[in-house]
């Protein structure tokens, strides 16, 4: 059985912390971009920032399964090098970008890039153990957090200063960490877990179709698709409906995202590291987070006061328990050399959120702060998201309570 390598979990944190960071830095100044190129209201740029954030998410389900196919066939590092080095360019397009087409490429650009992470995972999969598993995916999570930091915080204070300062910050970051990387991230595939690769692997749905043909995971991946959507309800909207709501600017607009973020490092970094956490059943953490997780977002579609948001921040962390659990959990039902492959289906189905959720979540958002209704409800994405955790709830316990009691593995 494989160990865990401590030098290099340590070094594949940091690639995830800076490449979280140098994307989170320009969302506390979206609304001020979008406005500022486009001379949009805030709602009609919330639907022009739902625009931009589908267009990644449109490149990244494009390319993520055929990243985690030439993962599993040529190795991580390789992959993980070419992501960094074009995430430095997209920064670079936008920020000089002086139109909205130009936005629209360069974050289609990012989106191609975005194989950093599931391939970072895969990473993580090749040198842990079944048992480390959860806890190292959990750093991931930390990693996440950390980036929600320092992005949205270091974003907001550039912001003030000119909007276009966070572009060049991320440039940096992607930069560096590109040349981190190069100099000292070691290869984690070992050649006998490498397969041959096929044209096939080129095709961005065979996995996702082959997934979703699954009848043991079929249900797993719907359940995933939907809480995704609830969940990206947050980088969605969250700039946009606190300016409406709060009026606030990209300082404070960074700053609750800092918090947020602050709260999921602690969360994925400490609280489920711990022995107590870590012997409660898969099924109770997922159960307890999607319980959470709705409730604290019908707190936030409901509230008026700023300072409610900052208290309801630390409840609605502890959901973050619920991915590193589901990742693991998933994880130790696939064969070893079909770890890219699964990171892969799991970052496209995310990626498919990431194109439905955004347009989705800014058109409620649109509707529910038109000028021409009788009603102003600016939470209402948080209402739907909310919903949509909720009725997932009882899916997700059958089927995992099904696969724990799996004697064979699901994906060979």
């Known amino acids: ?190 050649e006998k877990n490498k397969r041959k690769f096929k044209l096939t692997d080129l095709n961005p749905f065979t996995s996702i179709v082959k997934a979703f043909l699954m009848k043991d995971l079929r249900t797993f991946f719907v359940c995933i698709l939907l809480i995704s959507i609830g969940h990206w309800v947050y980088p969605s909207i969250w700039s946009f409906w606190s300016k409406e709501v709060f009026g606030w600017g990209p300082g404070l607009i960074g700053i609750s995202l800092a918090c947020y973020g602050l709260g999921v490092a602690f969360v994925q970094g400490l609280i489920i590291r711990l022995n107590y956490v870590r012997n409660i059943k898969p099924q109770k953490i997922v159960i307890f987070s999607l319980m959470v997780g709705s409730l604290t977002l019908f707190g936030f579609g409901s509230i008026k006061t700023a300072w409610l948001v900052f208290a309801l921040i630390p409840i609605a962390v502890l959901t973050e328990l619920m991915n590193p659990t589901l990742d693991g959990f998933i994880s130790n039902k696939v064969s070893d050399d079909t770890q890219g492959l699964l990171q892969g289906i799991l970052s496209s189905i995310n990626a498919i959120t990431t194109i439905l959720s955004p347009l989705l979540m800014t058109l409620l958002f649109k509707i529910g702060v038109s000028p021409t209704k009788d009603y102003y409800i600016p939470g209402l994405p948080f209402y739907f998201a909310a919903i949509l955790l909720l009725i997932c709830i009882i899916p997700i316990l059958k089927v995992m309570n099904s696969l724990e009691h799996a004697k064979k593995r699901i994906i060979k």
């Open 1 to 190: 059985m494989r160990q865990s390598k401590k030098k290099e979990i340590g070094f594949i944190f940091l690639t995830v912390v800076l490449d979280i960071s140098g994307l989170m830095v320009i969302f506390p100044i979206m609304p001020d971009i979008l406005q500022a190129v486009g001379e949009f209201s805030v709602s009609d740029a919330a639907i022009w920032g739902g625009f931009l954030y589908a267009s990644y998410a449109l490149m990244q389900f494009l390319f993520s399964p055929i990243i985690g196919n030439i993962s599993d066939s040529f190795g991580r590092r390789p992959i993980i090098l070419i992501s960094l080095f074009l995430m430095f360019m997209d920064y670079l397009i936008l920020g000089f970008a002086t139109s909205l087409w130009i936005f629209i490429i360069g974050r289609m650009i990012g989106g191609i890039a975005g194989g950093t992470v599931p391939t970072a995972m895969a990473y993580l999969a090749d040198i842990s153990n079944s048992k480390d598993k959860a806890k190292n995916f959990g750093l991931i999570g930390a990693a996440f957090g950390i980036g929600f930091v320092l992005g949205p915080f270091i974003g907001g204070i550039l912001g003030e200063i000119n909007f276009r300062l966070p572009f060049f910050f991320s440039a940096a970051l992607s930069l560096v960490t590109f040349l981190l990387c190069y100099c000292f991230l070691t290869e984690s595939l070992e």
